[in-house]
C-alpha cells in the first residue's frame, strides 16, 4: 500500500492545481450541512453576538440553517410561544436598527423587496406568517404548531435526502476528477442530475449514514464499521447504478485489512483539524477542508488499484476508466467526430479590418455597416463556438463526458449559433441606446405607478426617455465586449460597471442642481450612500444578460432587415430631439413630487421624526 506521506504530498499536488474550486466545494458542503459544518463557528458566534446572544452552541437541527428561523422553531415546538414572540421582535429591531453599517456601506433592512426577505428569514418572522395561515385554515394553534412542526422536520428531511446527500456525491467525483485533469468545470457538482441517478445516490448515501450511525450505539464497533463503509461516496461518485447494499459490501470487502491504515491516515491529519479549531474554522476553509478531502480522494484511488489487482468481488463494476487515467486521441476523436470536422473548417479567421475602424472592432465590437466582413465572422464565430463547448474534453483537460459509461441526459436544443458574439453597427447601437432609454423610463413610470397609485414623468428629461439606462446598455455592448464568451464574469462585470455609472450619476446630478436626488436608496439593504444598493446592481446584471445574449441580438437581427438608408435619418431625428431635451433640460430640469428628494429635506424629515419618537 502506497505511504501516507506520499499520499498527502499527490494531495497537496492536485489541490494547488485546483485550490479555489475545490475550497469553494468544500465551503458549500459546510452551508449546506454535508460536511465541515463546524467551520462555520466563527461567523456563528459572530451572528449570535449581533443578536444579543451570549451562548455559542450550534443549533439543534443542523448548522446550515438560519439561527433566527431554528431559535424561533425550537420556541413554537416546544408550546414557548411568549419567548418566539419576543425572539422575533428583538432580531427585527436589530435588523432595522440605525447602527447597520460597515463604513459608508449601509447593510440597511427598512426599505426594498430585498430587506423585507432577509427581514422575514433571518428574524423567523416567516414561521409566523406559515402559522398564521395554517391556523386560519385549521382553527387551532395547538394544531397548527403540530402540523408547522412536521412540515418543517419533512422539509428539513427532504433537503438533506435530495440536496445535501446528492452535493456528497458530487463535491467526492469533483475531487476524483481532479486528481487526473487540469481543469474541473463547475457542473460537475450537479453531474448525478445530469445522468438521471440522483434519486440511486441520495437512498444510497441515507442508507450509508444510516448504518453508520446505527453502530453508534455499540461504541466500540463505530470504529470499525465507520471505516469499512468509509468508500461508499467515492465508490457511488464513480458508478452512480450501484445500489446501496452493492456500494457499502464493496466498501466492505475493498476495506478489510486497511480500516488501521485508513484510520492512521486520518490521525495524520490531525494537526491540521486542531489549526482548524483554532482558527475558529478559518484555516478550515481556506486548507484544511480541501486538503482533507484530497487526500481521501487520493487514498480511494489507491484503494481501488489495489483492489482489482487483487480481483476482488465486485470490483469489476467498478468502470470508469477515464477517472484515472487520461484518454487518448482515438477515443477521444471517436466520441466528439462532429467536434473534429468543424476544427479544421474553423481555423480561419475572417480578414480583420484595419485603421479605425478596426481599433473599434477588436476592442468594442463596433461595425460601420453591415457587410460582408460582419458575415463571414458571425459564420466564423458560430464554429468556433460549437468547438468552445467542447474543447476542453477533446484536448484532454477536463474530463470527456461523453466516455462516461452511463450516458449524460441530451438537452433538447440546437448548438449555439454564436448569435451573441456578434459585432454591432453604428445604427443598431443609436437605436438600440434609445430602445434602452424609452424602456427604462416606461419601467420607473409604470413601477412608480403601481406603488403610488399617480402618474408622473420619471428622470431629469422631459422627454420619456432615461438616459442612465440606454447609457448603461451601450456600455455593457460596447466597453464589456471582450468578455461575452463567459456568462459568469459578463454578470459580474456589468454589476460593478452599472454601479460606478449610477453612483457617478447620482453623484453629478447632485452637485449640479443644489442636492437635489433623482432617486435614494437609504434603507435598502447594502446601500453605498442611498446612490446605490445591492437590489438595483441584482437587477441591473440580470438585465444587463438578458441584453447582451437575448434582447440585444435579437433587436439587431431585426434592424439588420432595415435598409441603412432609412435607419439613418431615423438616428439623426432621435439624436436631435434628445439633443433638444438635454439642452432644456440643463436648464429647467424635471423635478418635483415623486421625480426628485432634496437630501436636506430628507434629514430634515428625518431629524424631526426621531424627536418625535424621542417626545412620545
Given at each position: ?9 499527490r ?38 453576538a449581533q ?5 455559542t ?35 427585527m ?10 463604513g ?10 430585498l ?21 386560519t ?27 445535501g446527500n ?28 445530469r445522468i ?30 465507520r ?17 446501496a ?6 466498501s ?5 485489512g ?9 490521525c495524520?491529519?490531525?494537526?491540521w483539524?486542531?489549526l ?11 486548507f484544511?477542508?480541501?486538503y ?20 476482488v468481488?465486485?470490483?469489476e ?13 482515438e ?18 479567421q ?6 479605425f ?5 477588436t476592442?468594442?465590437g ?20 460549437t468547438?468552445?463547448?467542447y ?6 483537460k ?5 466516455l462516461f459509461p452511463?450516458p ?35 419601467w ?16 431629469v ?5 432615461l ?12 466597453t ?23 453612483y457617478?450619476t ?17 434603507g435598502?439593504?447594502l ?22 445574449y ?8 431585426l ?14 431625428a432621435l439624436?436631435?430631439?434628445?439633443a ?18 432634496s ?5 430634515a ?12
Amino acid at each position: 500500500m502506497t505511504e501516507r506521506k506520499v499520499i498527502r504530498k499527490r494531495a497537496r499536488h492536485v489541490l494547488k492545481a485546483h485550490y479555489w474550486v475545490f475550497v469553494a466545494a468544500c465551503l458549500m458542503a459546510a452551508i449546506l450541512g454535508t460536511e465541515y459544518t463546524n467551520s462555520l463557528q466563527l461567523l456563528q458566534i459572530r451572528q449570535r453576538a449581533q443578536e444579543g446572544r451570549t451562548d455559542t452552541a450550534a443549533p439543534a437541527l443542523g448548522v446550515g440553517t438560519p439561527s433566527g428561523e431554528m431559535s424561533v422553531f425550537n420556541d413554537l415546538i416546544n408550546g414557548n410561544l411568549d419567548g418566539a414572540i419576543h425572539s422575533v421582535q428583538h432580531r427585527m429591531d436589530v435588523y432595522t436598527g440605525e447602527d447597520t453599517y460597515i463604513g459608508d456601506i449601509e447593510l440597511g433592512h427598512s426599505r426594498g423587496v430585498l430587506s423585507s426577505v432577509v427581514n422575514t428569514i433571518a428574524s423567523g418572522a416567516l414561521l409566523f406568517h406559515l402559522l398564521t395561515l395554517i391556523d386560519t385554515i385549521l382553527g387551532s394553534q395547538e394544531l397548527s404548531v403540530i402540523l408547522l412542526s412536521v412540515l418543517g422536520f419533512a422539509a428539513m428531511f427532504a433537503f438533506w435526502l435530495f440536496i445535501g446527500n446528492v452535493y456528497r456525491v458530487g463535491y467526492s467525483r469533483v475531487f476524483l476528477e481532479g486528481r487526473i485533469y487540469k481543469k474541473v468545470p463547475f457542473s460537475r457538482f450537479v453531474f448525478l442530475y445530469r445522468i438521471r441517478k440522483h434519486v440511486k445516490a441520495s437512498f444510497t448515501m441515507a442508507l450509508y449514514m444510516f448504518l453508520t450511525y446505527l453502530w453508534l450505539f455499540t461504541i466500540v464497533l463505530f470504529p470499525i464499521k465507520r471505516y469499512a463503509y468509509f468508500l461508499v461516496p467515492y465508490l457511488t461518485a464513480e458508478n452512480p447504478d450501484l445500489s446501496a447494499m452493492e456500494a457499502i459490501r464493496l466498501s466492505q470487502r475493498m476495506m478489510k485489512g486497511h480500516k488501521w491504515e485508513a484510520f492512521l491516515l486520518e490521525c495524520s491529519l490531525l494537526p491540521w483539524t486542531i489549526l482548524s479549531i483554532a482558527t475558529g474554522g478559518l484555516a478550515g476553509i481556506l486548507f484544511v477542508n480541501p486538503y482533507r478531502e484530497a487526500t481521501f480522494a487520493e487514498y480511494y484511488a489507491c484503494m481501488r488499484k489495489l483492489s482489482i489487482e487483487n480481483k476482488v468481488e465486485g470490483t469489476e463494476k467498478l468502470n470508469d476508466r477515464y477517472l484515472f487515467e487520461l484518454p487518448g486521441k482515438e477515443a477521444l476523436s471517436a466520441a466528439y467526430p462532429e467536434i473534429e470536422s468543424l476544427s479544421g473548417a474553423s481555423r480561419l479567421q475572417p480578414r480583420a479590418r484595419k485603421g479605425f475602424w478596426g481599433f473599434l472592432e477588436t476592442y468594442f465590437g463596433i461595425v460601420p455597416s453591415y457587410d460582408r466582413t460582419e458575415k463571414d465572422y458571425r459564420e466564423w464565430m458560430r464554429h468556433k463556438q460549437t468547438i468552445g463547448v467542447y474543447a476542453d474534453a477533446l484536448e484532454g483537460k477536463t474530463y470527456p463526458t461523453r466516455l462516461f459509461p452511463i450516458p449524460e441526459r441530451q438537452k433538447r436544443k440546437k448548438l449555439e449559433d454564436g448569435g451573441y458574439l456578434r459585432h454591432y453597427a453604428l445604427t443598431s447601437l443609436i437605436l438600440q441606446f434609445f430602445i434602452g432609454c424609452i424602456f427604462g423610463w416606461a419601467w420607473e413610470v409604470v413601477l412608480h405607478l403601481l406603488q403610488t397609485g399617480e402618474f408622473v414623468n420619471r428622470g431629469v428629461l422631459h422627454g420619456p426617455w432615461l438616459p442612465i439606462y440606454g447609457g448603461g446598455l451601450l456600455l455593457i455592448l460596447i466597453t464589456l465586449y471582450r468578455f461575452r464568451e463567459n456568462a459568469f464574469r459578463q454578470f459580474w462585470l456589468i454589476v460593478v460597471l452599472c454601479g460606478i455609472v449610477e453612483y457617478l450619476t447620482s453623484w453629478v446630478l447632485e452637485i449640479l442642481h443644489d442636492g437635489q436626488r433623482w432617486w435614494d436608496y437609504t434603507g435598502y439593504y447594502l446601500n453605498l450612500n442611498g446612490r446605490i444598493c445591492a437590489e438595483g446592481l441584482l437587477v441591473f446584471g440580470i438585465g444587463g444578460l438578458t441584453v447582451v445574449y437575448i434582447a440585444a441580438p435579437l433587436i439587431d437581427d431585426l434592424l439588420e432587415q432595415v435598409k441603412q438608408r432609412i435607419l439613418w435619418p431615423v438616428c439623426g431625428a432621435l439624436l436631435v430631439l434628445f439633443a433638444a431635451d438635454v439642452v432644456y433640460s440643463s436648464v429647467v430640469p424635471n423635478t418635483g413630487e415623486g421625480v426628485t428628494a432634496s437630501k436636506a429635506g430628507e434629514e430634515a424629515a428625518g431629524e424631526t421624526v426621531e424627536q418625535t419618537e424621542r417626545e412620545t
